[in-house]
């Protein structure tokens, strides 16, 4: 006698064969929408670092930081992502100081041009504190008659100085005094009494502050100035004039 299956068993046995085979059968097409997802990723991540490399050899750092931290953020566990990751740190660093170069930089204006009957040549930076309408300028100046000065320039009635006075100062954070005196024609300005020594400690220094007292109603006033900039082979020498 052949051997038989019941009847029931026979059913579920064929009902449990057609589900495996409805499951192989749906499985196939997720499976087929991954591969071409992943490969769609992989040729992105491939020209991303390729456009890196690209930016590394053309020295576009800014734009080399900027592609390099979106690879590292998206592929994380990648190839890509550690090759960028061999290189970005030392990128962004130089492009942070080049960048805080070029700023300090554009804070200088330098000009040469006619004045009172002669040429001067000026290198001018405004104050970072205060900003706006109370600025206040330091100017270093050479001029064909009146030789070298240093003086700061605001706005009219100017600052309270008699005589000679003190102005308390920091050179990069260490306090020290500058002597200064108000120009006898009534300008807006404070002079520096050593033109020469002010300019030798500029050429030093990244950040220097000056406290002043304006004359409109004697408000007192710390002037920041941000002079890591100073280039001066850019501040043009005009004549060898000597002050009077």
């Known amino acids: 006698m052949k051997p038989f299956l019941p009847h029931t ?31 769609a990723e992989s040729a992105d991540v491939a020209r991303n670092l390729d456009t890196y490399r690209q930016l590394l ?5 800014e734009m080399a930081v900027t592609m ?18 061999q290189t970005l740190p030392e990128i962004e660093q130089r492009w942070k100081e080049n960048s805080e170069k070029s700023r300090l930089a554009a ?3 330098y000009q040469v041009s006619p004045m009172a009957g002669g040429t001067q040549s000026t290198a001018t930076i405004v104050s970072s504190q ?7 300028q330091l100017v270093l100046r050479r001029h064909t008659s009146w030789g070298q000065s240093v003086f700061l320039y605001g706005s009219k009635p100017g600052f309270v100085c008699r005589g000679n006075c003190m102005l308390a100062a920091t050179v990069d954070g260490k ?19 050593d033109d020469k020594g002010f300019i030798a400690m500029l050429q030093k220094a990244k950040k220097i502050t000056l406290d002043v007292t304006f004359a409109d109603g004697e408000k007192k006033q710390t002037l920041v100035y941000e002079v890591g900039g100073f280039d001066p082979a850019r501040w043009a020498s005009v004549g060898k004039g000597k002050k009077k």
């Open 107 to 109: 804070r200088w204006l």
């Open 130 to 136: 205060p900003s706006g309408n109370d600025r206040v």
């Open 57 to 61: 050899r053309i020295h576009n750092d």
């Open 9 to 39: 068993a026979a059913i579920a046995l064929c009902a449990a064969w057609m589900l495996a085979g409805c499951s192989q059968q749906g499985a196939a097409p997720a499976s087929g929408a991954a591969a071409p997802q992943a490969a």
């Open 68 to 85: 390099g931290k979106d690879i590292v953020s998206r592929y994380p566990d990648s190839a890509a992502a550690k090759e960028v990751q």
């Open 175 to 193: 306090p020290t005094h500058i002597k200064a005196f108000a120009p006898p024609t009534g300008e807006p300005a404070l002079m520096m009494v």
